[in-house]
């Protein structure tokens, strides 16, 4: 059995028997280390028998002149697999494909009878007749003697626990693993950390209960759920997925390409650092149980009542708003509405813009056309969200499918420290708490459907409804809430517009809104129309105006800045414009307003007080950003944060839920701005 065992590891080796190399036999009693020279004449085998022990064995072995072309061969039997490698190591790097060479090199050997381990019920139990068998066989080309130091070592925190802080040594030769065992104690999901204080890069992985383990940077992405880390990192997985438990296994990289900067979706130039020889990282991991079923209940039950329960409460104040608040105080004569106006000219609508006070009767001629107008936005906002929606859903699902298959969880940039798994979605709380978005949206189109029924178009008096409008602002706010989700499924660069793209129709719809106000008719055809309106606007606006376009390079101006230094992406700077000049738009319409001696009802100073509170506290929230997709997701991994609220949510679900009633307080602002000028006749209404 003996000869067969050798010629076995002889024909692994690619050894061609001759009568003129020596084979030498070495029996081992104990496992301290021992120096041997070798040459391509000389082979030597080491055996160890009988090693009675629950803990694996770790096999070290180092040479400081075994040459890189002809290397020292090792291969390590064991009586149900057989491990091979090679001193020096090679360890190719990402970039260039450069090569680096270590001359210390050591190896975890699975435990032969893990799965006899891992089936009993506590270690305890376990009798002492798992002993393991070894055989080390050591070969070379090299002609000239090789030295070499073999040593075996009892990993003795091979087996980790809950709770418990872990510190781990790896390099890109020498990478290390352990084992962790589920329990009755065991949670539905379990949730490590890990800390790094050296900038190496490292890839995590953690795999299921059987051997053997991968765990070399060329095969440790093909098993198991992996991520690349540096400083700090977080694994969340569902215990149903491991059947007792698993090995979490460390490998560094040869270097920091693939954690740094220039490896990411906006690439710029870093040092690249390598780990030399005699370098290590160090890894200090815990393992925790994370939130059970419970505590997914709760969180998800009282999010949802409590958003509907508000919106609820909401929808009953603006009813009684429009019952007993400045709307009801006007009287209304409920008449149809037809283009009672012939069509103006241009040469007309010049002679108009020329006047010193104009008023809104001159831009209010053709209601019809005005509602008609107004039901396209929401037309073409349901057009845009059904087809925009269908392709976006379809990938983001195949994305999703993509990291459940691979592991890879490099592909999405989560919060890892607050990511919750659900549903075969690996971040299920940053999908549910875009709810607020559906239920407010809900909840603002049944405000606008009540208001209709109470205030019809007027032909003579108040501004210009816009009620097309106000229910595309209500679509859009539920589609934002749809493709927020989708975002948040897989969270990345090439699919960043679709946590934004609603957020631009919102952004415009609301500019729309305040412009067309005062000028809901005035459909400019020629450049003249614009050089006068231009003249018209030029006295009492002009400082406004000058401040307005002040403000819109200064933020052209820094935005730039910003996604030039890959500090911000193009979407996020557009979105800041846009939503910059909406800002814009209504504090010079509020401004007008009041030089034009109108009042701000009560209604929307509520309006405008509760949306500017819950704008500046989920503000917080979104600055204080827990991803960055602009840099690899190791570096991204710096800036996760842990949950906050129920244990189930972070910041970012916060600004989820904080920003949906800030979008709806800002859409009733805007539906009630101008309830004090209801009753007053379009001809007494200024333009500006």
């Not at 909406?582 to 010079?588: C, E, G, R, W, Y």
Request: hydrophobic share 40%; with cysteine.
């Amino acid at each position: 059995m003996k000869t067969l065992s050798h010629m076995v590891l002889i024909i692994y080796l690619g050894s061609i028997y001759c009568s003129n190399i020596e084979i030498v036999q070495i029996y081992r009693n104990d496992t301290s280390p021992i120096s041997l020279q070798l040459n391509s004449q000389r082979q030597i085998i080491l055996i160890y028998k009988n090693l009675t022990t629950l803990n694996p064995y770790r096999v070290k072995t180092s040479s400081e002149n075994a040459q890189k072309d002809k290397p020292i061969l090792v291969v390590a039997q064991q009586e149900k697999e057989v491990t091979a490698w090679s001193v020096p190591l090679i360890v190719e790097s990402s970039k260039l494909e450069k090569m680096y060479y270590y001359n210390n090199v050591s190896r975890t050997l699975c435990h032969d009878y893990m799965d006899n381990i891992i089936s009993i019920q506590g270690f305890s139990l376990v009798p002492l007749n798992f002993s393991q068998n070894f055989i080390i066989a050591l070969s070379t080309s090299d002609p000239n003697d090789v030295d070499v130091i073999v040593e075996l070592e009892e990993e003795k925190d091979f087996y980790v626990k809950l709770d418990q802080n872990y510190f781990l040594t790896v390099s890109p030769s020498e990478p290390n693993y352990v084992f962790h065992k589920f329990n009755t104690n065991t949670s539905d999901t379990i949730f490590i950390e890990m800390y790094s204080e050296d900038e190496y890069c490292l890839t995590v992985s953690v795999q299921n209960s059987k051997c053997p383990v991968l765990d070399l940077n060329k095969d440790i992405k093909y098993e198991g759920t992996y991520q690349t880390i540096n400083t700090k990192g977080a694994i969340t997985i569902p215990t149903r997925q491991y059947k007792d438990g698993f090995f979490l296994v460390f490998v560094a990289k040869p270097d920091n390409y693939d954690c740094s900067q220039e490896s990411s979706y906006i690439p710029r130039y870093t040092k690249v650092l390598s780990i030399s020889q005699n370098e290590s990282s160090t890894v200090m991991f815990k393992i925790n149980n994370g939130i059970g079923a419970k505590r997914y209940v709760i969180a998800i039950l009282v999010t949802f009542f409590i958003c509907v329960i508000t919106g609820f409460l909401l929808m009953v104040t603006a009813f009684i708003f429009h019952r007993y608040g400045t709307i009801s105080r006007n009287t209304y004569n409920d008449v149809s509405v037809s283009d009672y106006f012939e069509p103006m000219s241009e040469e007309q609508i010049i002679k108009i813009l020329k006047e010193d006070h104009l008023n809104l009767s001159q831009f209010a001629r053709y209601p019809k056309r005005i509602k008609q107008r107004s039901y396209n936005y929401l037309w073409h906002t349901l057009s845009i969200a059904i087809f925009y929606s269908i392709p976006v859903v379809q990938l983001v699902i195949t994305y999703q499918r993509i990291e459940n298959a691979t592991g890879n969880e490099d592909m999405c940039y989560y919060n890892f420290f607050c990511a919750n798994p659900a549903f075969s979605f690996s971040d299920f709380n940053h999908i549910y708490s875009n709810i607020g978005y559906v239920i407010f949206g809900i909840i603002f189109i049944c405000v606008v459907v009540d208001r209709h029924r109470l205030i019809k178009m007027r032909k003579d008096k108040g501004i210009p409804v816009h009620y097309g409008l106000f229910h595309a602002m209500g679509v859009a706010l539920i589609i934002e809430g749809l493709l927020s989700s989708c975002y948040h499924i897989c969270p990345s660069q090439s699919n960043y517009q679709f946590d934004t793209s609603f957020m631009y129709v919102m952004a415009v719809l609301c500019m729309v809104k305040l412009y067309q106000n005062r000028h809901p008719d005035i459909n400019a055809t020629a450049y003249t129309t614009f050089s006068v309106l231009g003249i018209a606007i030029f006295m009492a606006r002009f400082i406004l105006l000058v401040i307005a376009n002040i403000a819109n390079y200064a933020m052209l101006g820094i935005g730039l800045w910003l996604y030039a230094d890959n500090v911000t992406d193009f979407g996020t700077f557009l979105l800041g414009l846009l939503m910059g000049n909406s800002v814009i738009h209504a504090i010079f319409y509020i401004i007008m307003k009041l030089f034009n001696k109108e009042k701000i009802c009560m209604e929307a100073t509520i309006y405008g007080l509760l949306s500017l509170v819950a704008w500046s506290s989920s503000g917080v929230f979104f600055l204080d950003a827990a991803t960055l997709w602009t840099v690899t997701p190791a570096q991204s991994r710096q800036w996760n944060q842990e949950c906050i609220l129920f244990q189930f949510f972070d910041k970012h679900d916060i600004w989820h839920l904080l920003s949906a009633p800030a979008l709806y307080f800002t859409f009733m602002f805007l539906m009630s701005l101008d309830d004090d000028i209801l009753d007053i006749d379009k001809s007494e209404i200024p333009v500006f």
